[in-house]
């Protein structure tokens, strides 16, 4: 049902349905009304988050939160979870939530908050092996979806019941439908045939979408999903906005979303949320998008391109040499025959949809995949001109520079670890920092001073391509010399930086080398537009050479840093067989 076949049907309503069916329309979800909000635990003396924020949704309204750096958006969104402060509070009755006040529920069990913001899993500061999905699974790994995520639900038959109490007909009745709804959303997202596998088996997109079923069949009143088409194919973003819709529009649950600037912005949505620094603009998509449009005097793709390029042509000696290379899981074959040869020079963009197998594709170029190995007969692999049994893991870590979600969310988060020192591991492409000036140790364990020069004025010259001097700092920025707020920058403690500015130093450590090879995988993972901008400026630029070569993993075509007019090759991955396109 769409929107509007929702208001149109009050035409065939009688008076008294009418009025009940407008007052129910008119009702407010969510009310602030003139008020800041601050992190808990901050002064109202302290820089509010949001200031003055006027925003009421209407039951009848369909709302979207947009903004350009991902972690206003998910303070926003935090906010209605009441992880920040608003100040003042709204009043009761109604409070934040009218329509939770009438009959009274509590707030923490009615909304929930999805959010594909980073979590690391190495919080701990150890590093998180992320790798250990590719070989044989652990027994304690070996929990499948459906028990890991849906294991309470008794109409799954998962968990042995001891006692069994005979449920109400209505019980049962209550059962039919939540299984039903379960078959249908799995169903609709692609997932039941999924459901047995080992959870850290699924690809990106596939636990996305499985963490967006778990949320909705806890049946929140409202469901907050932040960024929930980032890291899904074209095929399924379509699906899921649809599903979304269908729940909205039965208001099972309510849905608020939280989209980048450049996600398309889905018809059903009515009004937007526009967060602008720390105010918000509310109010009706078109006069939103007409107000933006007019003040940044452009169209919303905001990632210009800027320098020429630097793509040669041909390309120059093979790096990876990939012949009728299989990956297989039982009986699951995930990469089939794949032929490709990656040369000195070139930009390709890898492309597939969720689960056809890119990241099984770059672990086995990366020498992480164990069946990396065991590439014989008809199917070779040749890495560095070397078949890939003769170099060790190690050396291949310090040819190639990676930037990817498992690495971001692996990256050890070790208290008192600097900037720089992060920047420094890329070199042998290792988690903890190490050597002279934190720049590493290489292969033979100790570096000649020369090596070590050179290493340190590499870690400058990333820094002050991509440091903070590149997109936070008003003034004129000098690339090529470090700047105050670079050097700043790279004293500070890596665990307290936001999402963003860590993205941003992994990528460093990526470059830092100067690898033969780069792979990047979401690399604009929760960078705020002035980030992606200097960073698409630095690998067009200075930030990669014509010797090294790069692979882009990414959904969204404009975002590969550089356009098939330019020389930018696309391979293609459907269902584990791969194409030269
Ligand atoms: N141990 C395993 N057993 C069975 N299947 C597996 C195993 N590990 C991975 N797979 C399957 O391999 C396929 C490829 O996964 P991969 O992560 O490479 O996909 P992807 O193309 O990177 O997807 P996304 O775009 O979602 O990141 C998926 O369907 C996944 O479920």
Redesign the pocket.
């Known amino acids: 049902m769409s929107v509007c076949s929702r208001n149109d049907a009050s035409r065939f309503f009688t008076p008294t349905v009418q009025r009940a069916y407008s007052d129910q329309q008119s009702k407010l979800v969510v009310h602030i009304a003139g008020s800041n909000i601050y992190r808990f635990g901050d002064p109202n003396i302290a820089a509010p988050v949001f200031r003055d924020v006027r925003w009421s949704i209407k039951e009848s309204e369909n709302w979207a939160v947009v903004g350009s750096g991902s972690s206003q958006k998910t303070a926003l969104l935090q906010t209605l979870q009441g992880h920040l402060r608003i100040t003042p509070p709204p009043p009761p009755p109604g409070g934040l939530f009218p329509f939770l006040s009438d009959p009274p529920r509590d707030p923490h069990d009615a909304i929930a908050l999805v959010s594909f913001a980073h979590r690391p899993r190495s919080s701990g500061g150890a590093f998180y092996d992320y790798t250990a ?2 070989g044989a ?1 652990r027994d304690e790994d070996k929990i499948t979806l459906r028990e890991s995520m849906f294991g309470d639900y008794d109409f799954l038959n998962i968990r042995p019941k001891g006692h069994i109490e005979a449920k109400t007909p209505v019980e049962i009745a209550t059962e039919r439908v939540k299984k039903d709804i379960f078959e249908d959303l799995t169903g609709r997202l692609g997932l039941t045939s ?1 459901l047995d ?2 959870l ?9 979408r499985a963490r967006i079923v778990k949320a909705i069949m806890s049946e929140p009143e409202l469901l907050l999903l932040d960024e929930p088409l980032t ?1 899904l ?1 074209l095929n399924n973003r379509p699906t899921l906005l649809s599903v979304l819709e269908s729940l909205h529009n039965a208001r099972k649950p309510r849905i608020v979303m939280g989209l980048r600037k450049q996600d398309p912005i889905p018809d059903w949505i009515t009004h937007l949320a526009l967060i602008k620094d720390d105010r918000i603009i509310t109010g009706e998509k078109g006069d939103i998008l007409d107000q933006q449009a007019a003040h940044e005097g452009a169209s919303r793709d905001i990632i210009p391109s800027h320098g020429g390029p630097r793509i040669r042509e041909g390309g120059g000696k093979p790096v990876a040499i990939l012949k009728n290379v299989n990956v297989t ?2 009986t ?1 074959k ?1 990469l089939n025959s794949v032929n490709w040869t990656i040369r000195e020079g070139q930009r390709w963009h890898l492309q ?10 770059m ?1 086995v170029i990366t020498g992480d995949h164990p069946q990396s190995y065991t590439q014989r007969g008809e199917s070779y692999l040749e890495l560095f001109s070397r078949p890939r049994p003769k170099i060790p893991t190690s050396h291949l870590r310090s040819l190639i520079g990676i930037v990817s979600p498992e690495l971001t969310n692996a990256y050890p988060r070790r208290a008192q670890t600097s900037v720089w020192e992060v920047i420094g591991t890329g070199f042998d492409g290792v988690f903890v920092p190490g050597g002279k000036n934190g720049t590493g140790i290489g292969l033979e364990g100790e570096l000649t001073d020369d090596v070590v020069h050179w290493r340190v004025n590499r870690i400058r010259e990333v820094l002050s391509g991509l440091g903070p001097g590149s997109w936070a700092s008003k003034g004129a920025h000098n690339e090529g010399q470090m700047s105050e707020v670079d050097e700043a920058f790279s004293k500070r403690d890596f665990t307290g930086l936001s999402a963003g500015e860590q993205s941003m130093v992994l990528l460093m450590r990526a470059l830092v080398g100067r690898p033969q090879l780069v792979l990047l995988d979401e690399v604009w993972s929760g960078m705020d537009d002035a980030m992606v901008r200097a960073a698409r400026r630095y690998l067009r630029g200075d930030g990669i050479g014509p010797d090294q070569a790069v692979v882009v ?1 990414s ?1 969204w075509e404009e975002e590969v840093p550089w356009s098939v007019e330019e020389g930018l090759q696309r391979f293609r ?1 459907e269902e ?1 067989n791969g194409k030269h396109l």
């Open positions: 999905r590719y699974i999924l596998l080992p850290v088996a699924l690809s990106n997109g596939q636990t996305r890291g194919d899981y039982s699951r995930v597939g949809a969720n689960g056809s197998g890119k990241t099984t594709l672990s993993i959904h991955l584990g």
